[in-house]
T-cell receptor, first 109, second 117 residues
Framework: DAKTTQPNSMESNEEEPVHLPCNHS???????IHWYRQLPSQGPEYVIH???SNVNNRMASLAIAEDRKSSTLILHRATLRDAAVYYC??????????FGKGTRLHILP | NAGVMQNPRHLVRRRGQEARLRCSPV?????VYWYRQLPEEGLKFMVY????????ESGMPKERFSAEFPKEGPSILRIQQVVRGDSAAYFC???????????????FGPGTRLTVL
């Protein structure tokens, strides 16, 4: 399975932008990059996904490197409610989602 | 639209008893996935089902665990003769299975927290 590497944890101040990095150097040409997050005591929720171009939605932006070996999830203005574990996942034809350990994001008031 | 529903939210069993976890997918979704999350760990895939069919059970322990998704009613994850190591949060997810598959997203329920005494 293609794998991703993320920092174990990050901190950010409230109301500031947050950039969550993800390395996926073994990504194949047809793998999509998905991000999910898991708030405390809740199930994961979908955040965003992309293939090659940068993507924006109401929750976040996804910036994908030109060589696709890395990507960055951008929260434009973090709130306390964004404190969660963020998972960067590669989706191939295989239907399984393989969760790694993710990045635990702490938001400082 | 109601999201994925799981019940019970909390379940306590003694060693040797059976645990039955239920999952009702988002209305119109015919694909269900079960995951297990041990304390302070990531989610581990267990099984993927479509209506009346098991598609991928590569993450299911070989013994004591079974799953079904009948034509009518919720998906059921059954754990027989529970042991303390089965204590975990069990999450169910459903998807509409958009194509291409690589773009499909999963909608997760709130989980069932199983405690084995």
């Amino acid at each position: 399975d293609a794998k991703t590497t993320q920092p174990n944890s990050m901190e950010s101040n409230e109301e500031e932008p947050v950039h969550l990095p993800c390395n996926h150097s073994t990504i194949s040409g047809t793998d999509y990059i998905h991000w999910y997050r898991q708030l405390p005591s809740q199930g994961p929720e979908y955040v965003i996904h992309g293939l090659t171009s940068n993507v924006n939605n109401r929750m976040a932006s996804l910036a994908i490197a030109e060589d696709r070996k890395s990507s960055t999830l951008i929260l434009h203005r973090a709130t306390l409610r964004d404190a969660a574990v963020y998972y960067c996942i590669l989706r191939a034809l295989d239907d399984k989602i393989i969760f790694g350990k993710g990045t635990r994001l702490h938001i400082l008031p | 639209n109601a999201g994925v529903m799981q019940n019970p939210r909390h379940l306590v069993r003694r060693r040797g008893q059976e645990a039955r976890l239920r999952c009702s997918p988002v209305k119109g979704h015919s694909h269900v996935y079960w995951y297990r999350q041990l304390p302070e760990e990531g989610l581990k895939f267990m099984v993927y089902l479509q209506k009346e069919n098991i598609i991928d059970e590569s993450g299911m322990p070989k013994e004591r665990f079974s799953a079904e998704f009948p034509k009518e009613g919720p998906s059921i994850l059954r754990i027989q003769q529970v042991v303390r190591g089965d204590s975990a949060a069990y999450f169910c997810a459903s998807s509409p299975l958009r194509l291409p598959k690589e773009t499909d997203t999963q909608y997760f329920g709130p989980g069932t927290r199983l405690t084995v005494l």
